[in-house]
C-alpha cells in the first residue's frame, strides 16, 4: 500500500489532481476493506532498507488506529480539491500540488514504522502547509504561516532527540521495538515530556495552542480543513503511538498534567470560543476545545485501569479515537461552510451578516446540521465520542466528568450563538441579500460530509469494529509497567 | 645506495601542478577574451585528477616519503569531493567574472594552486606538510579575492583576510615548533606515540595544542576566532565567496582530522573542551546574528558559523562514528554552500549584486523554478527533512547523544530552530512577497542553468536517498 502521492502537476491540470486524489481514496477504501480487524497487529506492511548502515529504514504499516486516519486524510483530500476548483485563482497547479503532496506525506506520517521516517514525513508535511497559507491565505498570512512553522518546529526537535537517544540504545529505529524496549523511570520521563512538547504543539494543547487561531484564520479554506480535520489529528496519533506504549510508567505518573490541560481545554478555551467575533476564529477554537476529549480519553486510562475498571478504559480510549475521526469531519465540514460564506462575502466577521437563512436556505440546513454535531447533538458522529469519554471519565474521577461536561453547554452556546446571529433574523444588509444559494460543487462537498457526520453518529459500529483490536491490545500490552523487568510478555 | 621513491601516489598532485603551469602559459599564448581554452582546460585538469585519485583509492592507509604523506581512503574521497566542488565552482563563477572584468588566467590559475594545497593538505602526515598544505592553499585564496581591484570592498575583505589568515598561520606554526620541541619528531604519527610519556613536556604538549586549536578555529571560523567570515564572504566577490565557502571547508575538515585525531587523539579530553565552547559559541552566535542581516551574503557568512558549530559536534565527540558524521556534514555543507552561493551570483548581472534579501523579492513569481531550487537549499541549510542538510545534522547530534553530551544536543537543536526562521525568511521573501519594480529576466548560459538546477534537486535526491554519500564517510572512518 502506497499512498505517497509525490505527483505534481503542471498546468491546469486540475483534472489529474482529482484524478490522483480519487485514486488515493480508491486504495484507502480497499485497504478498509481487506483490513483484518481481529488483529492488532501491523498490517499490510511494507519494508525497504533505506540507510541500513544506520538502522533506518523505509517502512510503512497500519493498524486500527492509523488506518482510519489514512481513509479520513484521503477522503478529506478529495473534499479539498474540490472546494479549491473555482475558488483559487492564483497558482491553482501549484495550490493542488501541494495539497496532494502534503496528503501524500500524512498519509505517510500515520503509516510509518520508522521512527526516522516518521520524523522526517512529520516535518516535511509542514513545508506545503507553509506554503499553503503563506501564498493563498488572508492579510496577516506571513505572521501567521511562520508562526505556524516556527512553533511545530519548536515542538518536534525535542521529539527527535527522544527519538535519537532510544535509536541508539536498540540499535534501530523501529518503533514497534521502541514499544518493548526497557527503559528506566527517569529516561522515561524526559521521553515522556520531549513527546509531550512535539505532540501537544501539534494537537495543540492549553497553553501551546496560541498558533492555531492564526494560521485557521489566515489560511485558505483548504488549508484549514486539512489543519483542522487532519494535523490535528497527528499530535493525538502520536500519544497512541509513541507516547503510551512506550513510556508507560510515566505517562501513567504524570497523566494528571494531560488530564489538567485537556480539561482546561475543554472549559477554558470554550469559553474563549464564545467571545469570538471572527467565525472561522470560532471554529478554531472550539476544535482545541474538542481535541481535549481527545487527549482526556487517552490518558484518563490510567485510572480506570489502576481501578480496575477495564471496560472503562476502553470506552474512553475508543471515545477518544472516535472523537479524532468524527472531528475530522465535522470541523472540516465548519470551515467549508464558513469558506463557503466568505467566498462570497469576503467577510469572516459574524457581525457582517445575519439572515443568511433568506437568501440561501439550502445551505442553511447544512450548516445547521453541522454547527449541532459541533455542539455534540445527539444523532451525530460528534456526540458519539464525548459521550462515551465523559461516560467512561466519570468511574475515574467525577470532577473530570462534571468539567468536561460543561463543553455541552459551552459547545452549544458558541455553536448555536454563532448560528443564530449568522443565519436567522432579518437580512442584514444589501450584501446579504444579494448572496446566491449554494451550486452544484458546494452542495457535493457538503453531502458527502452531511452523510457521514449523520452515518457514523447513527451507527459507530463499523468504526468501533476495525479499532477493537488495536485498542485491546494497547491496553492489555502497550502500557503494560516497563518497570517491572518482565517485558515483552504479550508479544 | 639511493633508491628514487615510487611516486605513483602523488600522480594526481603532480599532475594538477604540471596542469597549473601549463594553464598559466597557455593563457598567455592563446588566450581570447573569454578565455575559454583555460577555462576547459582548468576543468578538464580536475576532472582527470578525479579519475586518478579514484584509480589509487586505498582502503589501507600508507604513509609514504618519511612519514610525511598518507595516502588513505579519507584522503581520496575528500579529494575527490574537492574536485567536484571547485568545478561546479568554477562554472558557476565563469560569466560573473567575465562581466566584471576580472576574467583573466590568473583565475584558474589560482584556483588550482589552490586545489593542489588542499590536496597536500588532505594527505599530510607531518606538521610540515600540513603546514605546506595549508599555505598553498590560502595565498592563492587571498589573491582572487583581491581579483576586483577596482572594488573597494573587495579589497578590504582581501586585506583583513590575509592578515588574519597570517595571524592564525602564526598560531599554528607557534603551536606546532612547541609540539616539536615536546616530542622531537614532526611525523603525526610518531608524536602520536610520543605523547603517552612525555613527564615534563606535558604542559608545553597542553600549550601547543591551545595554539593548535586556535590557528584551526581561524581557519574553519570558528567562534571567537569569526570576526573575518562576515566581512569576506560580504567583501569578496561572490563568485570568489563561493569557491571560499566550499571546497576549503572540506579541507580544513582534512586537516583538523590529521592534526587532531591522527596526531594528537591521545589530548582527546584537552581539545575535546576547548571544542565543545567553541561549538556552542558558533551555534548561537552564527544563528542568532544571522537574524539580523539584511545582506544575503552575509547571512550565508553568519549561517556558516552556524554551521561550524554543528560539524564541531561531531569531531568533540571523539569517536569514529562522529567523524565521519563530521565529514558527512561538510561534504553536504559544501553542496549546500554552492547552491546558495550559486544562486546569488545566478540572479545577478553587471552591475547589480542581486545579494540583499529583498533582491530575492517576488521570485517565485519571475521563476518558479529557481525559486523551488532555492527554496530547497533554504530549507536543507536549516535542516528540515527531507531536504539533505537534514541528514548531516542528525547524524553530528546522534554522535553528541552517543558520546555522552545530551544537553549540548538540546541546545544544538534549538539553535537550529533559531536556524529555521532566518532561512524561512528567504522563502517568504521569495514566494509571499512581490517585486516593487517590473522584474528584468534572468539570463544564463544554459550549462550554468542546468547545473542549478541539477544542484538544487541535488538537495531533495539526496535527502531521500542519503545512504550513498554518507556510506563513504562511514567507510573513511572504517566503519
Known amino acids: 500500500m502506497i499512498t505517497m502521492a509525490g505527483e505534481r502537476n503542471q498546468g491546469l491540470s486540475k483534472v489529474l489532481s482529482l484524478f490522483v486524489a480519487l485514486v488515493t481514496l480508491a486504495l484507502s477504501v480497499s485497504l478498509w476493506m481487506h483490513f483484518d480487524a481481529s488483529t492488532a497487529a501491523m498490517q499490510f506492511t511494507e519494508n525497504a532498507a533505506w540507510l541500513p548502515s544506520l538502522g533506518i529504514s523505509y517502512s510503512l504499516g497500519v493498524d486500527g488506529f492509523s488506518m482510519p486516519l489514512i481513509v479520513l486524510t484521503s477522503l478529506i483530500n478529495v473534499i479539498v480539491i474540490i472546494a479549491g476548483w473555482r475558488v483559487i485563482n492564483d497558482r491553482p497547479s501549484f495550490y493542488m500540488a501541494s495539497f496532494l503532496v502534503m496528503t501524500g506525506l500524512m498519509n505517510g506520517v500515520f503509516a510509518a514504522l520508522d521512527a526516522v521516517l516518521f520524523y522526517v514525513l512529520w516535518e516535511g508535511m509542514l513545508i506545503p502547509m507553509f506554503l499553503i497559507i503563506g501564498i493563498w491565505g488572508g492579510p496577516k498570512r506571513i505572521y501567521a504561516t511562520l508562526k505556524f512553522f516556527l512553533y511545530t518546529f519548536f515542538g518536534s526537535i525535542f521529539m527527535l532527540i527522544a527519538l535519537i537517544y532510544m535509536g541508539i540504545k536498540q540499535g534501530n529505529f523501529s518503533i514497534l521495538e521502541m514499544h518493548n524496549l526497557p527503559l528506566s523511570m527517569e529516561a522515561q520521563t524526559y521521553i515522556f515530556f520531549a513527546f509531550l512538547i512535539g505532540f501537544a504543539v501539534k494537537v495543540p494543547m492549553f497553553p501551546v495552542h496560541t498558533w492555531l487561531p492564526d494560521a485557521h484564520v489566515e489560511a485558505p479554506t483548504g488549508g484549514s480543513v486539512v489543519l483542522a480535520a487532519i494535523m490535528l489529528k497527528m499530535g493525538t496519533y502520536g500519544f497512541i503511538r509513541f507516547s503510551l506504549p512506550i513510556t508507560p510508567d510515566a505517562a501513567s505518573h504524570y497523566s494528571w498534567v494531560v488530564i489538567g490541560l485537556s480539561l482546561i481545554a475543554v472549559v477554558y478555551i470554550g469559553l474563549v470560543a464564545l467571545a469570538q467575533k471572527d467565525m472561522k476564529k470560532l471554529i478554531a477554537y472550539s476544535s482545541i476545545a474538542h481535541m481535549g476529549f481527545v487527549t482526556l480519553g487517552f490518558f484518563v486510562i490510567f485510572a480506570l485501569m489502576q481501578s480496575g475498571s477495564e471496560d472503562a478504559a476502553k470506552l474512553a480510549m475508543q471515545g477518544g479515537l472516535f472523537q479524532m475521526i468524527s472531528h475530522g469531519f465535522i470541523s472540516a465540514a465548519m470551515f467549508l461552510s464558513v469558506g463557503v460564506l466568505y467566498d462570497r462575502m469576503h467577510s469572516r466577521n459574524i457581525y457582517d451578516y445575519g439572515g443568511v437563512v433568506n437568501t440561501m436556505p439550502k445551505f442553511a440546513a447544512f450548516f445547521m446540521l453541522f454547527t449541532m454535531a459541533n455542539a455534540g447533538l445527539p444523532g451525530t458522529s460528534g456526540f458519539v465520542g464525548e459521550f462515551w469519554v465523559i461516560l467512561s471519565s466519570y468511574q475515574a474521577n467525577f470532577w473530570y466528568a462534571a468539567l468536561a461536561g460543561t463543553t455541552l453547554i459551552l459547545g452549544a452556546g458558541y455553536s448555536l450563538w454563532m448560528y443564530k446571529r449568522v443565519v436567522f433574523g432579518d437580512i442584514a444588509n444589501e450584501n446579504v441579500a444579494k448572496l446566491q444559494d449554494i451550486n452544484g460543487r458546494e452542495t457535493l462537498f457538503l453531502t458527502i460530509l452531511a452523510v457521514v457526520t449523520l452515518l457514523f453518529g447513527l451507527w459507530p459500529e463499523p468504526l468501533v469494529h476495525v479499532m477493537q483490536a488495536s485498542v485491546n491490545h494497547l491496553l492489555q500490552c502497550g502500557i503494560q509497567s516497563k518497570l517491572s523487568g518482565i517485558v515483552g510478555v504479550c508479544h | ?479
Open chain 2, 1 to 479: 645506495m639511493y633508491l628514487t621513491p615510487d611516486l605513483s601516489p602523488l600522480a594526481a598532485e603532480f599532475f594538477v601542478l604540471i596542469m597549473a603551469c601549463v594553464v598559466m602559459v597557455a593563457d598567455l599564448y592563446f588566450a581570447d577574451d573569454e578565455h575559454k581554452l583555460t577555462y576547459w582546460l582548468t576543468q578538464l585538469t580536475l576532472g582527470v585528477a578525479a579519475f586518478i585519485t579514484a584509480g589509487h583509492l586505498a582502503t589501507e592507509p600508507q604513509v609514504l616519503y618519511q612519514g610525511t604523506f598518507v595516502v588513505d581512503y579519507m584522503a581520496g574521497i575528500l579529494k575527490i569531493a574537492i574536485y567536484i566542488a571547485t568545478m561546479i565552482s568554477l562554472l558557476y563563477a565563469r560569466d560573473y567574472i567575465a562581466v566584471r572584468h576580472f576574467l583573466k588566467g590568473e583565475y584558474y590559475m589560482l584556483t588550482l594552486f589552490s586545489v593542489l594545497g588542499m590536496m597536500v593538505l588532505v594527505s599530510a602526515h607531518s606538521l610540515l606538510t600540513v603546514y605546506l598544505g595549508l599555505e598553498l592553499l590560502s595565498l592563492p585564496l587571498y589573491a582572487m579575492v583581491a581579483m576586483e581591484r577596482n572594488n573597494g570592498n573587495a579589497s578590504e575583505a582581501a586585506m583583513k583576510y590575509f592578515v588574519m589568515g597570517a595571524i592564525a598561520s602564526g598560531f599554528l606554526l607557534y603551536g606546532m615548533s612547541l609540539i616539536y620541541g615536546a616530542t622531537s619528531t614532526l611525523e603525526l604519527t610518531a608524536i602520536l606515540n610520543s605523547l603517552g610519556h612525555l613527564g615534563q613536556n606535558q604542559l608545553m604538549v597542553n600549550f601547543g595544542l591551545m595554539f593548535i586549536v586556535a590557528g584551526l578555529a581561524f581557519k574553519i571560523g570558528a567562534v571567537p576566532f569569526h570576526m573575518w567570515v562576515p566581512d569576506v564572504y560580504h567583501g569578496a566577490p561572490t563568485a570568489v565567496t563561493l569557491f571560499v565557502g566550499s571546497a576549503p571547508k572540506i579541507a580544513a575538515f582534512g586537516m583538523m582530522i590529521r592534526l587532531l585525531v591522527d596526531g594528537l587523539a591521545p589530548l582527546l579530553h584537552q581539545w575535546q573542551s576547548l571544542l565543545i565552547i567553541m561549538s556552542i559559541l558558533s551555534m548561537a552566535v552564527g544563528n542568532i546574528v544571522a537574524i539580523a542581516q539584511l545582506n544575503l551574503k552575509r547571512m550565508l557568512a553568519y549561517s556558516t558559523i552556524g554551521h561550524v558549530g554543528y560539524f564541531l559536534l561531531g569531531i568533540l565527540s571523539g569517536n569514529n562514528e562522529g567523524y565521519a558524521a563530521s565529514m558527512y556534514y561538510i561534504l553536504i555543507y559544501a553542496l549546500m554552500t554552492l547552491a546558495s552561493f550559486g544562486m546569488i551570483v545566478f540572479l545577478s548581472r553587471a552591475g547589480f549584486e542581486s545579494d540583499k534579501i529583498s533582491d530575492f523579492k517576488g521570485l517565485a513569481k519571475r521563476s518558479p523554478w529557481y525559486a523551488a531550487m532555492t527554496m530547497f537549499t533554504m530549507l536543507s541549510l536549516a535542516g528540515v527533512p527531507p531536504f539533505v542538510g537534514f541528514w548531516p545534522k542528525l547524524e553530528v547530534i546522534k554522535a553528541a547523544v552517543h558520546g555522552g553530551f545530551v544537553s549540548l544536543a538540546v541546545f544544538a537543536v534549538v539553535m537550529s530552530l533559531i536556524g529555521a526562521f532566518y532561512y524561512l525568511r528567504i522563502v517568504k521573501t521569495m514566494y509571499f512577497e512581490e517585486l516593487d519594480e517590473p522584474a528584468k529576466p534572468i539570463v544564463v548560459a544554459s550549462d550554468v542553468r542546468l547545473m542549478m538546477i541539477a544542484n538544487g534537486m541535488a538537495m531533495l535526491v539526496l535527502g531521500i536517498f542519503p545512504g550513498w554519500i554518507l556510506q563513504y564517510c562511514l567507510t573513511a572512518f572504517g566503519l
